[in-house]
C-alpha cells in the first residue's frame, strides 16, 4: 500500500465545495470517481482544505492510499485525462503513509480579490468581489496589522464551526493593488472627510458624480490554519475599513471581543481562493525501512474544519 500526495487546482464555481454534500457536486466527489475509474480501486482523498461552495484553489492538497503500480509522478497526467477542465492536478508524489495533510504542520495562503469600480466587470464576476463604493486601501492597510500574529480569533469565525481552540497564527496580511500603484489613490472619493460612522448606515451617492479610478485589490494572508469562514469575514471587515464604516483602530476592538457579532459581514465565495500549502518536506518524504508499516486511516472529520472558506 502506498501513499500518494496530490496538489490540486480548480475553477470553484459550479462546486458545491471541496467536500461532498447531498445538494449537488463536489470537487472530492469528482476527483474519487477519477482515480476510481484510474486504478480499479475504491478510492478516497483526504484534502487538507474543505473550500466551500463557489471558492477556488490554485494548489489545494490530497492524499490517497492505492496499490497501483503507476509510478507516483506520473499519475497526475493520467488522472487529468480523466477530470473535467475546472479542475487540474499541478502534480502527485509518493509520500510517507503516516503523512496526513490536514494534521501536519503547515503554511496556508489564501488571496481575496475585490473588483472596486463605479460598475462591475462581466469578466471578472466569477473570480472577484464588486465593490462599488470607493475603498481607502491606506486604512485598510492599517487595520489589517492588527490581525497579524497569534490571537483568539473568534470574532472572524463563523457560528457553526466545530473546532477546539480558535485561537491562530497569522503570519503576514497584505493588501495589494493591481495597478501597482502603491498609494492606490481615488479620483474622486465619495467620502470627503475622515469622519468615520460605526453605526448601521446606508451609503447614499449621487451616481452620477462618481468618477473615481477602477482597481483591483488583491488580500493575501498566510497563516497556520484558518477557522470557519475566517479570511471571508475579515475581508469583509477589512471593507467597512475601507469605505469609513470602522476606523483601523476598531478591528483591534473586534478582534479582544471574541464576538462574531463586532465583526463585519462575511465577503462572497467568489473572490476567495487558496493559493496554496507549504510543508517541511521532512513531515512527508519517504523514510528508510524504519518507516511506519501502518497507515494512518483518511477520514475526513468535521473536527478543526478549516476555512472551507
Given at each position: ?14 462546486y ?14 469528482v ?12 478510492i ?22 492505492t ?49 472596486n469600480a463605479?460598475?462591475?466587470?462581466p ?60 498609494s ?25 458624480r462618481?468618477?473615481y ?7 493575501r ?17 477589512l471593507?467597512?475599513?475601507g ?12 478582534l479582544?471581543?471574541?464576538d462574531?457579532?463586532k ?47
Amino acid at each position: 500500500m502506498r501513499r500518494i500526495m496530490l496538489t490540486i487546482a480548480y475553477d470553484g464555481t459550479d462546486y458545491v465545495g471541496w467536500q461532498m454534500q447531498p445538494n449537488g457536486i463536489a470537487v472530492e466527489q469528482v476527483i474519487n470517481k477519477a482515480l476510481s475509474e484510474l486504478t480499479g480501486e475504491d478510492i478516497i482523498i483526504a484534502g487538507a482544505s474543505r473550500t466551500d461552495s463557489g471558492v477556488h484553489a490554485g494548489g489545494n492538497v490530497a492524499v490517497f492510499d492505492t496499490e497501483t503500480r503507476i509510478p507516483a509522478e506520473k499519475i497526475c497526467f493520467a488522472l487529468n485525462q480523466r477530470l473535467p477542465k475546472d479542475i487540474v492536478c499541478l502534480s502527485s508524489c509518493e509520500v510517507r503513509v503516516d503523512f496526513h495533510p490536514r494534521h501536519a504542520d503547515c503554511t496556508k495562503t489564501y488571496e481575496y480579490s475585490i473588483y472596486n469600480a463605479v460598475h462591475p466587470d462581466p469578466i471578472k464576476r466569477r473570480y472577484s468581489y464588486f465593490v462599488y463604493v470607493p475603498l481607502d486601501v491606506d486604512a485598510m492597510r492599517k487595520a489589517a496589522e492588527y490581525l497579524v500574529g497569534e490571537h483568539d480569533f473568534a470574532s472572524f469565525c463563523s457560528a457553526h464551526a466545530q473546532v477546539k481552540t480558535t485561537v491562530r497564527t497569522v503570519y503576514s496580511l497584505d493588501i495589494i493593488c493591481g495597478d501597482q500603484d502603491d498609494s492606490c489613490i481615488i479620483n474622486e472619493a465619495i467620502h470627503k472627510t475622515s469622519d468615520y460612522k460605526n453605526t448601521d448606515l446606508k451609503i447614499k451617492t449621487d451616481t452620477s458624480r462618481r468618477t473615481y479610478q477602477a482597481q483591483d485589490i488583491k488580500i493575501r494572508i498566510s497563516g497556520n490554519g484558518f477557522l470557519y469562514n475566517m479570511v471571508r469575514i475579515i475581508v469583509g471587515t477589512l471593507v467597512k475599513v475601507g469605505y469609513h464604516f470602522y476606523p483601523p483602530e476598531y478591528v483591534k476592538t473586534i478582534l479582544e471581543a471574541c464576538d462574531r457579532t463586532k465583526a463585519g459581514p462575511k465577503a462572497p465565495a467568489e473572490g476567495l481562493k487558496l493559493i496554496g500549502i507549504k510543508y517541511d518536506p521532512k513531515n512527508y518524504e519517504l523514510l528508510p525501512e524504519t518507516a511506519p508499516d501502518h497507515t494512518e486511516p483518511l477520514i475526513d472529520t468535521t473536527d478543526d474544519m478549516d476555512e472551507i472558506d
